[in-house]
């Protein structure tokens, strides 16, 4: 596609429930992160694919959280039993990257705002 | 652990003045990038810096990287309102961290 693309834009859940964000890299990206905004504030590394490599999972919070990328494109980023503490901006971002190649430049979507109440 | 520092986080400014945002990282990297991010907005790709020395322009701001200090900086000429925004500097080191952001703003 033309830039990465996030899905939903807004999301508002109540607490307890488990939620599923989806974001579509860009096509020919084979790496691809989600980091975490929460108001007013910077931005929180959650989980990072590179490729067929086994993802960096360092960044995320607890083990409410899970990410998945099938076929190296697409990724759903999962959250089970949301708390309040969850809510924030959610943003995913993707870049080009091949063996000897420099420019790692991520491009992002839109997020998804998520809302717990 | 890469950690990417910004300072200052927040600024405030007067139009037509000058001033520099700072960005330290802690592990060796040669792969910079700064970001735009308006309110209620996404990222925006501002400048790639990717060796020693790398300068880069464009209008009112100039960015550079000296891989050696670990240190970027985000200069601004003669600030405009249009600037007002915050700005990230992020750092590849096997994965890409962010700073904690400057937001940046310009009075009349």
């Known amino acids: 596609g033309a830039g990465v693309s996030q899905s939903p834009s807004n999301k508002v859940t109540e607490k307890g429930k488990d939620v599923e964000l989806r974001c579509d890299p860009i096509s020919g990206h084979t790496a691809l992160y989600w980091y975490r905004q929460s108001l007013g504030q910077g931005l929180e590394f959650l989980i990072y694919f590179q490729g067929n490599s086994a993802p960096d999972k360092s960044g995320l919070p607890s083990d409410r959280f899970s990410a998945e990328r099938t076929g190296g494109s697409v990724s759903t980023l999962t959250i089970q039993r949301t708390q309040q503490e969850d809510s924030a901006v959610y943003l995913c971002a993707s870049s080009l990257y091949r063996r000897g190649w420099v420019n790692t430049e991520a491009f992002f979507g839109q997020g998804t705002r998520l809302t717990v109440v | 652990e890469l950690k990417v520092e910004q300072n200052p986080l927040f600024l405030s400014m007067q139009e037509g003045k000058n001033y520099t945002i700072y960005c330290n990282y802690s592990?060796?990297?040669?792969?910079l990038y700064w970001y735009r991010q308006d309110p209620g907005k996404s990222l925006e790709s501002l400048f790639v810096l990717l060796s020693n020395g790398a300068v880069k322009q464009e209008g009112r701001l100039m960015a550079s990287l000296d891989t050696k200090a670990r240190l970027s900086t985000l200069h601004i000429t003669a600030a405009v309102h249009d600037l007002s925004a915050t700005y990230f500097c992020a750092v590849d080191g096997n994965d890409m961290r962010f700073g904690a952001g400057t937001r940046l703003t310009v009075k009349p």
């Open positions: 592990t060796t990297s040669d792969r």
